[in-house]
């Protein structure tokens, strides 16, 4: 046991120990596989330790360490434990996979670990995590009914638009907001972003607990998107813009507002209107739009404000579409009530899940 503790288990790695097994998933240094000792149909119930070459599956219960990932392979999960012989004989058998030999050395491998396999962000987070995110959420209009009202808008108009996190909502690994979960301190508001053919692709989210909220100029809550992932080419969009993108409508005027609390502000009243962030608006969007449409970019009256016409501006002409007749506007601005010494009991009071 001091052999192979001492020379034997630091030159083991993943890929040596679990040869042939076919990875489904490898996030740092957890890798998960359908697990070959019961034969499952779960391509993820073997999970890995890739540093501890721990393992368990969830299926079938089997786990331990390298030497009973060898004698499970062999013998099946319910198996009884190895004697002491066979102790032996799996040792050994963990050695050669090493290049070491009992009582001497041999071809030693460096003792370096292996580099951890780390997965790339999607640009995107995945469409499934997208619904289950979506279908976790209360409808504003129960949950979050004094915060819309405090932006001046009526949370029945626009209960199918957004969606509230509740606390202690745990999302998927994709989103965290500056070092935390989203929905696990306090509410928070839910907005899809869409691209240019209106399906939703990733959200941006705006805290509602002022202690651990990034605060934006005036002290404002800011809005957030999920860490590494991206709001380029992607908006806010009414389910009258998108039916009029989608030439669904009769509609021939869309108003253009910047942020979310500004196009929420416009969006209760019915008509199409889109919301930009940052870099949000994109020349897909706009070939995408109908033909001979009257954009009112309303903004605020700053440089930011100027920088999103500007840029929806150029992108119109980039995209050719001298038919879209577009006019700069100042509408009225949602106002912002704030919420620090609002109880959190108000938002609580009559939560309920969102339908499927």
């Not at 890929?15 to 240094?29: A, D, I």
């Not at 500004?262 to 199409?272: E, I, N, S, V």
Request: charged share 30%.
């Amino acid at each position: 046991m001091d052999w192979y503790r001492s020379e034997v288990r630091p030159r083991l790695n993943a890929p040596l120990v679990f040869e042939g097994v076919k990875w489904s998933r490898r996030r740092g240094r957890n890798w998960r596989a359908r697990c070959p000792i019961h034969g499952g149909k779960n391509p993820e119930s073997l999970s890995v330790d890739t540093e501890s070459l721990a393992w368990n599956c969830q299926s079938c219960g089997a786990g331990g360490g390298p030497p009973d990932w060898l004698h499970d392979r062999r013998h099946g999960p319910n198996a009884a434990p190895p004697s002491p012989a066979e102790l032996k004989d799996l040792f050994d058998e963990l050695g050669r996979m090493a290049g070491v030999e009992r009582g001497g050395r041999r071809d030693l491998p460096p003792l370096t670990p292996i580099a951890p396999y780390i997965a790339p962000e999607p640009t995107y987070p995945p469409d499934r995590h997208l619904r289950e995110m979506w279908r976790a959420g209360a409808r504003p209009s129960m949950a979050a009914a004094a915060v819309l009202e405090g932006w001046g808008v009526d949370a029945a108009s626009v209960d199918r638009e957004i969606r509230v996190l509740p606390p202690g909502y745990i999302g998927p690994s994709w989103a965290r907001c500056r070092g935390k979960l989203w929905g696990r301190d306090a509410f928070e508001i839910l907005f899809p972003l869409r691209d240019a053919t209106m399906h939703a692709r990733s959200f941006v989210a705006r805290c509602l607990d002022p202690e651990s909220a990034p605060m934006g100029g005036g002290g404002r809550l800011k809005s957030t998107v999920p860490a590494g992932h991206t709001t380029k080419g992607l908006v806010l969009a009414n389910a009258a813009a998108r039916s009029a993108i989608g030439g669904r409508s009769m509609w021939s005027t869309c108003i253009v507002r910047e942020g979310e609390r500004d196009w929420l502000f416009d969006a209760q009243h019915g008509q199409p209107v889109i919301g930009v962030r940052a870099g949000g608006w994109s020349d897909a969007l706009s070939e995408a739009l109908p033909l001979g449409w009257t954009l009112e970019v309303a903004t605020d009256r700053d440089r930011a404000g100027d920088r999103y016409a500007e840029e929806i501006a150029e992108s119109l002409r980039r995209a050719r579409r001298e038919d879209i007749v577009w006019e700069r506007t100042y509408r009225e601005e949602a106002y912002d009530v704030s919420i620090a010494d609002r109880p959190m009991s108000e938002m609580d009071a009559g939560m309920e899940a969102a339908p499927v």
